[in-house]
């Protein structure tokens, strides 16, 4: 089944240039932004710069969700216009999708915040980081500094580090399906559909444990060979754009992916197999 909605996945990706053409447009979006609220001098200025930021991320991702929802282990069809769906998709799921980004933002605040408790008190603090910024050379660079630092400093920072990949892969994964359930979800009210989907989506992938799991750990993979090649290949211009593409059209297979699965389990022809089948 799982190979199948690979192929399925790659092919919608291949034959559906919408999706990743939004995508890019999304991305040179936010590299425009981005610099205005890294140099916006007044506080208020920044501030509200967020929060459009914010309101663009919502409506872009209400839409796109739209989109990839829309093509969910259905037949190709290229003539479909897919601006409409996406217009259709952000006045339908902006308001959960937007509730379910701030959810995610602050879950993965806490997460940060509780790995570094964790970090503390297993390996020590950054005091010594912190007061070596002070004073810190402006021509070294972090490799130099890295490198400088004794036995003990360097175990308490890749200590921090590791405390923080663990964490971000177990928060990953338990969110992994947390978005289609937003907007597979349609009985919900909207308000709480974010909350409700939170328990949905870590149900579905408890329940299909082994299996999210496999892909969960294939993404790394491939993610991991990706972060290879491009250490490989250094600063040469073309082949950094041409492994950019690469990029783009992985993260569009992989979300693709997650869609498919969500909605082939829970549509599943096996009562046992759907997510649904326990509340029945």
């Known amino acids: 089944m799982i190979v199948e909605l690979v192929k399925k996945s790659y092919k919608t990706i291949v034959n559906t240039p919408a999706i990743t053409l939004y995508l890019v447009l999304f ?8 610099p205005f609220i890294a140099y916006a001098r007044i506080p208020v200025v920044g501030m509200i710069l967020i929060l459009c930021t914010f309101f663009f991320c919502s409506c872009f991702f209400a839409g796109w ?8 282990n259905k037949e190709i069809d290229k003539d479909k216009k897919y601006f409409p769906i996406f217009l259709e998709g952000v006045g339908k799921n902006i308001v959960p999708i937007s509730f379910g980004l701030i959810i995610y933002i602050v879950s993965f605040l806490a997460v940060i915040v509780l790995a570094s408790f964790i970090a503390a008190k297993c390996f020590g603090r950054l005091d010594f980081i912190f007061r070596d910024m002070m004073s810190l050379n402006q021509n070294m660079s972090p490799l130099d500094y890295i490198n400088n630092l004794n036995d003990n400093q360097k ?3 890749y200590g921090w580090q590791f405390c923080f990949i663990i964490a971000g892969a177990i928060f990953n994964y338990i969110t992994m ?5 937003i907007v597979f979800e349609t009985k919900a009210n909207i308000l709480l559909n974010p909350i409700k989907s939170i328990y949905t989506s870590i149900c579905f992938t408890f329940k299909n444990f082994f299996k999210t799991l496999g892909i969960y750990l294939a993404i790394y993979l491939v993610y991991f060979v990706l972060t290879i090649i491009r250490g490989f290949i250094g600063n040469n211009f073309i082949l950094g754009v041409i492994l ?15 869609f498919n ?4 389990k829970n549509n599943s022809s096996n009562g046992s197999d759907c997510i649904g089948q326990d509340e029945i």
Do not use: S
């Open 65 to 72: 969700c739209q989109i990839l929802k829309e093509n969910t």
């Open 27 to 34: 991305l040179i979006a936010i590299n425009l932004l981005a």
């Open 261 to 264: 699965y969500y909605e082939a």
């Open 177 to 181: 399906f947390y978005f289609p359930a």
């Open 155 to 157: 175990y308490i920072l």
């Open 244 to 258: 950019l593409f690469i990029y783009i059209y992985f993260i569009c297979c992989v979300i693709m992916l997650i």
